[in-house]
């Protein structure tokens, strides 16, 4: 590898395992490592392709982290960080489109259905998201009431609500794990091209 690019990635690996980084790093910094990926795939020794899996690895648990950690309340988003969240779930669905074109044996019509179902729902929340902080109070409850079930014998809908965010945590994994099984097979497959 030339070794501008060798020390850039290790410059990028080294700035994700920080603590502070914002999603507009991760997407810079991921973008870049994917360009050098790209550029020199075929020449890519075990520890370049080591570095830049874990690059890959830890840029997307680090958006899961904003996504986990922006639905669970424990930190609000701007409008720009939102824009980077829906950014990467474009690089997502592009990447699951590739390998089920790509590598049907890895990763399935199906299961590119159910990735591009999961990613347009959270595209969904985004959008709901943008048009509650637009209008923060289009129809306000006269209802001082503030249990909108008006039936408390019925159990309200929050053990659906931890599966759809336990789902969510396990899809940006499964997600990691298809990153990875794709990069590998590309080296491989291009190695053995050679």
Known sequence: MVLEDWVKLNGIH?????SNISLQEIKELYFQ??????D????????EINVSLNIF???????????GDWKN???SLTDEELDLLEESFAESSQVFNNLTINFPHLFSSQDN?????????????IANEREKRRN??????????????????QSNQSSGFSAFLKENRISFFFFFVVIVGLLITIVVYKRKRK
């Not at 020199?40 to 520890?47: H, I, Q």
């Open 33 to 38: 490592a994917k360009q050098i990926y790209n």
């Open 73 to 75: 309340g424990r930190i």
């Open 40 to 47: 020199r795939l075929p020449y890519l020794d075990a520890n």
């Open 14 to 18: 080294v700035r994700f395992l920080k």
């Open 113 to 125: 259905q159910i990735k591009q179902q999961l990613i347009q729902t959270n595209k969904q929340i």
């Open 136 to 153: 923060p109070n289009p129809n306000p409850n006269p209802n001082p009431n503030p249990n909108p079930n008006p039936n408390p014998n």
């Open 57 to 67: 690895k830890l840029s997307f648990k680090r958006v899961d982290e904003f996504w």
